[in-house]
């Protein structure tokens, strides 16, 4: 992994996220790591990229969230709503929450949450991705 990861060039700010859940927010797998999910699929990885699968991926709009989605609904089909989510939440995210990357030209940007901060609390789902 690299060596200092979350890279230091990650900001804590005060953002508004939007990402893709299941439909109970409460469902552990909304807000787990790739990396934690599935630690052998990131073995294969760079450096930089396995640092990025700690992270959590979020948007800044609810339309970039909903594009992405969109995109890799075409390439997974089905199998989208059963690993990715089903549903979009909105949160608000806080400094005191953790740090985050900039948003690149799709809107995505890697949020990396302090172990205190339980994130349930912080997003409402707002829309079905269906």
């Known amino acids: ?15 508004e996220a939007f990402r ?11 807000f787990i790591p790739l990396a934690k999910k599935n ?8 450096d930089k990229s396995q640092c990025k699968a700690y992270s959590l ?3 800044n709009s609810e339309d970039a969230a909903r594009n992405r989605f969109q995109f890799l609904h075409k390439i ?17 995210i806080e400094e ?4 985050n990357s900039n948003s690149d030209e799709n809107g995505h940007f890697s949020h990396f949450h302090y172990e205190s901060v339980d994130l349930t609390t912080i ?8």
């Open 20 to 30: 893709w859940v299941f439909d109970d927010i409460q469902n552990a797998e909304n």
């Open 76 to 92: 997974m089909k089905d199998k989208a709503f059963k690993l990715l989510g089903t549903n979009i939440a909105k949160g608000n």
């Open 39 to 46: 630690p052998a699929r990131i073995l294969s990885m760079d």
């Open 123 to 130: 997003f409402r789902i707002i829309d079905n991705l269906r």
């Open 1 to 15: 992994m690299e060596k200092t990861c979350p890279p230091n060039e990650y900001t804590e700010k005060n953002i």
């Open 57 to 59: 991926s979020m948007f």
């Open 96 to 99: 005191m929450h953790g740090v």
